[in-house]
């Protein structure tokens, strides 16, 4: 059966708990419908995430096949994530219905194998982050992106903490870019953040912007 | 009710009346007066590459989701994903949305069914994607990654919530000489943004999008409240100052604690 809700409900119904949920935030007496929507909207997220892990499964399993060149990737996913589904259940079935020690399997497999991958992938990071700085003359040789490239050196140069690599004008040089221009700057751009998040949450309210089908 | 949800309430209605008196008074006008933005004048040329050599753009939305203070973000990450979907309802391989985020995911799949039904864009192997690619930050990346390596990809177009794994997308795009658009709310990133994409969006510019993509009064008129507020707060923090140096700024200090 395919229900389709019609747009002009959609939107009532997001405008108005949008409404509910802002006006939680400034009246006390409304906080309690607040979390009432809150704690559903966190629900709906959770099942969300089960409606996007099938999607993820259901187009990698279309992706194997020997016309696609990635497919060795798709056959890891799909493997890797039914074994953990897997781990996952026995370990819940484990933990409630036999009373062993809890999730002993799954956290065996975050502490094994996501963790050590994750962190490999974070000092990777590191590498490529050094390649945009050092990269970035060679984009745009402009006075900010040289500006720019002498900041971070003067910053690098600065946070040295060994003595013999340490100059003492330089540790001044990097607490003033650091105390001063950089959080002064931070601060602007936070709240050239702010007012943009809040008219995109009323153009939102007034039903303007649908990040929904129409 | 206390001061903090008064001033909030005022603050609210603010920008609300700015924002629908800004949509009234600009309805019947045709020009739109913006500043120049490097990184949306890249993306309406792509959108032109892409429908002239059959190549595709490639949208990433990011981390965010809709109930934290990254769902601003997200949202404005949908919107430029609408425009863009209707803007290159013509090229012959739609864009490819990817996702790091169960609900975004959705929502996307749902604005590109809407935008591809409005432009009468029926065939569904035709309509872009969608999907959630990872729920971490690296597994995220490294799922965009093959997205960015396709051949077929002209231009990368990051906007939402990233962190520092940013850098890896903004780098494969590099690599595979296609432009790099990135914006994203988190100070870290924008740095790793500004040095390592060929278009970055900076700070409030993320918001922008709608105003310079043609999405509507409602977007231009959000940007001259800005403007407005922006002058107001450059006022108050001129005045605070002011009345710091005079010493009379125990009574701002009272409005602030709440204890007028």
Known sequence: MNIKIKSPISTAIAIGVGIVVLAGYFIPSMNDIRFILLRTGLVLSAVALLVGIINLLTVHIKKLGAENANSGYSLILVIALLVTLVVGIIDMVQTYLVGQPNFQMTNWVFTYIQMPIETSLLAVTTVSLIYAAASILRKRMDVFSITFFFVILLVLLGSFSIPPATLPFLHVIRDWILRVPALGGARGLLLGIALGTITTGIRILLGTDRPYSD | ?260
């Open chain 2, 1 to 260: 009710m206390s001061a903090t949800g008064f001033t909030g309430i005022v603050v609210f209605v603010l920008f609300m009346g700015l924002m629908i008196f800004f949509s009234i008074i600009n309805k019947d006008r045709e020009e739109n007066n913006v500043r120049p933005i490097p990184g949306y004048d890249k993306i309406n040329q792509e959108i032109n590459v892409a429908v002239e050599d059959g190549t595709q753009l490639h949208i990433s939305l990011g981390r965010g989701g809709i109930t934290g203070p990254e769902s601003a973000a997200a949202l404005a990450g949908l919107s430029l994903l609408k425009q863009v979907i209707e803007k290159s309802s013509v090229c012959d391989h739609p864009p490819v949305v990817s996702t790091g985020n169960a609900v975004i995911s959705i929502l996307a799949q749902d604005t590109i069914r809407g935008s591809s039904k409005a432009i009468s864009v029926g065939d569904q192997r035709r309509n872009p994607s969608g999907e959630l690619i990872g729920v971490t930050p690296f597994s995220y990346a490294a799922g965009a990654l093959t997205t960015i390596r396709n051949d077929n990809v002209s231009a990368n177009i990051h906007t939402g919530w990233f962190g520092n794994e940013i850098t890896w997308l903004t780098t494969a795009g590099e690599r595979q000489s296609s432009s790099t658009i990135a914006g994203t709310v988190q100070l870290p990133a924008q740095a790793v943004i500004y040095a390592s994409a060929s278009d970055p969006l900076i700070g409030e510019e993320l918001f922008a999008g709608g105003a310079y993509l043609g999405a509507g009064k409602m977007h231009q008129a959000s940007i001259s409240t800005q403007d407005i507020i922006r002058w107001i707060i450059i006022v108050i923090i001129l005045g605070s100052v002011v009345l710091n140096i005079l010493g009379i700024d125990s009574f701002i200090e009272d409005i602030l604690a709440g204890s007028m």
